[in-house]
Structure formats: C-alpha cells, structure tokens
C-alpha cells in the first residue's frame, strides 16, 4: 500500500468547516473503510460445492483474487489524482465503483466477468482507503484517530467479515457481492457527505506537491509489477514456492520504495507496510482455525473479541492522537512490539474451544497497529 503524503491543506481548518461534515465523515469511514478492506480475502474456496460443474473452479478461484493487486496499483494513482480531483468526488467515485462490482456480481457467470468484476471492486478499495485517509487529515483530531482505529480493525477482521455473508448461502455469487446493503449506505452518506461539501463553501483539501506526487508515481510502477505477476499466476496456475519468492520480492520492493521517501515520512512508511503485511494474513489464519469444522467456535464465537480488540483499537489511537503531543520515535516501536507479542500469543491460545481467550491476542494486535500508525502518522504532522 502507498504511503499517504505530508499532506497540507493551503487553508487550515477553522469555524467554516461544520461539524455536519464531520458527522458525515465519521459516518463514511466506519462505513467505508472496512467495506474497502472486505475486497481483499479470497472466499471463494468456502462456496466452491456451489460452483457450476462447467466452470475451471481452480481458475475461477485464481482470478477472484485479482480484486488485491486492483487495490494495489489504484492506491498510489488515487494519491495523485487528488491534485486534480477533489476528495468528495474521488469518494462518490470509489464507491461508485464497489457498488457496480456488486450490481454486476449477480450476473457473473464466467471466469472473465468474475475477473472484471472482482478488478472493479479492487478499484473503488484502492480509492477508498487513501481518498478517506485525506478526507480526515485536515479536520478534527478524532476523526483522525477513527480513522486509525477503523483500519486496523478492518485489517483484522477482514476474513470473518468476507466470511461472514456466506453462512448457509445458496449462490457462490455472494462472494462477489457479500455487503450490497452497506454499499448503498456508504454510497448514500458519500452523495451526503458531496452535497454538504458544496453547500457549506467547498473547503480546499489537501493535495500533495509536485515532489510527494513523483513519489507517488514510482511507487505505482512496483504495484503495477505486483499486478501483472498476480494475474500472470492466476492465469498461468503458478506453483506455490515461486508465488511465495515473488510475495517476499515484493515485500522488499515495498521496504525500498520506503527507504527512498522523504526523510520525514519514513517511519510512516516502514509501519504501514510492516501493518498491512502482519495484520490481515495473521488474523485471517487465526480466524480459519477457530471455524467451526476445526474445533473452533465458528464466527459467533468470534465476535466478541473482536469488538473488543476494536474499541480498543479506536480508544488507543485517540489516546494517542489527543494526549500524547510529541511521540517522537518510540510509540511506533512500541505499538510494532504489541503486535509481535500478539502474534506469540496465538501459539499459546489457538485453538480456543469459546474463542474468549482470543480477546488477548486481537486487542493487542489490533491496539499495537493503532498505536504505531497513529503515532507514525503524528511525525508527519497528521
């Protein structure tokens, strides 16, 4: 994932901008975002007894996984279309887009409109997360923090929450539209949120400089590689080591890229990749264990902890947002410890026959993530 700018509006914030648009925008992100996330897991092998027998089910498989390099390659190109495009347009757009990929998943009966559809959705994610990211840079504290605490739950429970449609379900066409009722929601709250912004005067976003736009666009050329290999290896039908090298590849490919931005923004970027990397892939393992089927207690049994290590998650990154002035460079690290004594703990509670136990190691996963990226956020003068 790019690593949004230092972005700076050339008007800061002040009594013109309601708190109506920040009611709207509280609304659209815990809205929004986990919706964006949701695209990412590939759930289709849950559905697969339901899969037509005409259909190549492995490669049907393989191409629903597109909607992930979709995000990658769109994130970086929405951080530059924002010099050009304002934030509320850019978010009717994003989920403009995920509300036809769910429009049209129900008429998706071959493995090209299923890879065209699941694109679409990989798309309006990609504009999503950074497009929100930027809506809330310049407003109220909170929002900010929400936006962290949202995140990083969205990250972990990602799985449960693609897995969670698909419950007793009599089409594997759901896979491809899990939330069409949260979509129009989101999409109503953006149309909302739109007009609300014009009428109270258009307050000017931020836009990154000509500089932090460059940067931008090289790290599209990395995420356009990432694209091609994953489609390459969906229609290829790749082993698993060489998609494995490749997947570290792209890791370090994603730490140079890092390394190479400005010095302020750095640390921000080591912890966004070293988030996204650890966060979704552990959970969504610890998350396959406690089905059911395993020995676990399934997704209801889940629940609980994971509204737990949420509001915790919201609750820290606003601890930090609002009381810690000046984290310097050790909030980050420290929030980075938390998730690898999180990850530790899963080998001491998985599985859990209740799923209870399973509060410690999501809460300090989920209250790690929020902590690094808040504070990594606050060096760059979010």
Same mark, same amino acid.
């Given at each position: ?6 972005? !700076? ?8 901008? #309601? ?20 695209? %990412?897991?590939?759930?289709? #092998?849950?559905?697969?007894? &339901?899969?037509?027998?005409? %259909? ?9 996984? &597109? ?15 924002? +010099? ?24 998706? =009966? ?32 909170? &929002? +900010? ?67 932090? +736009?460059?940067? &931008? ?9 990432? $694209? ?10 790749? !082993?698993?080591?060489?998609? %494995?090298?490749? =997947? ?7 730490? $140079?890229?890092?390394? %190479?931005?400005?010095?302020? #923004? ?42 737990? $290590? ?36 899963? +080998? ?27 504070? =990594? ?6």
């Amino acid at each position: 994932m790019a690593v949004p700018p230092n972005l !700076r509006s050339p008007h800061p914030a002040g009594p013109r901008h #309601s708190w109506l648009l920040d009611v709207l925008l509280g609304l659209l992100v815990v809205a929004a975002l986990p919706l964006a996330i949701v695209a %990412i897991p590939n759930t289709l #092998s849950v559905v697969a007894r &339901l899969l037509p027998g005409d %259909i190549d089910q492995v490669g049907l498989m393989r191409t629903h996984g &597109l909607a992930l390099p979709a995000l990658m390659l769109t994130v970086p190109l929405a951080a530059v279309a924002l +010099r050009r495009v304002q934030v509320a347009h850019l978010l009717v757009a994003g989920l403009a887009l995920v509300a036809v990929s769910d429009a049209a998943g129900g008429y998706a =009966a071959s493995e090209l409109l299923v890879g065209v559809v699941r694109v679409l959705r990989g798309v309006g994610a990609g504009i999503i997360v950074p497009v929100t990211l930027v809506a809330v840079w310049d407003r109220a504290p909170v &929002l +900010r923090a929400l936006w962290v605490g949202v995140f990083g739950l969205g990250l972990l429970a990602a799985q449960a929450l693609a897995l969670w449609p698909l419950d007793d379900v009599s089409s594997w066409k759901v896979t491809l539209q899990p939330y069409p009722m949260v979509t129009g929601v989101a999409l109503a709250l953006a149309a909302a949120y739109l007009v609300a912004w014009t009428v109270l005067g258009r307050p000017a976003g931020p836009s990154p400089s000509v500089k932090e +736009r460059t940067r &931008l666009l090289l790290a599209a050329v990395p995420a356009a590689g990432i $694209a091609v290999v994953a489609i390459s290896t969906a229609t290829e039908g790749w !082993r698993a080591i060489p998609v %494995i090298l490749l =997947a570290g590849l792209a890791i370090v490919g994603l730490l $140079a890229l890092a390394s %190479i931005g400005a010095p302020e #923004s750095r640390t921000l970027a080591y912890t966004m990749v070293a988030v996204g990397v650890v966060l979704l892939p552990s959970a969504a393992q610890v998350t396959l264990v406690e089905m059911g089927g395993l020995g676990g207690p399934g997704l209801r049994g889940l629940w609980i902890p994971y509204a737990v $290590a949420g509001l915790l998650a919201v609750a820290a990154s606003v601890v930090v947002r609002l009381f810690t002035k000046a984290p310097g460079r050790w909030l980050a690290p420290l929030g980075l410890l938390a998730m690898v004594v999180g990850l530790c703990s899963v +080998r001491l509670v998985v599985p859990s026959a209740d799923g209870l136990v399973l509060a410690v190691p999501f809460s300090l996963l989920a209250v790690g993530a929020a902590v690094a990226l808040t504070a =990594a956020l606050q060096e760059v003068g979010a």
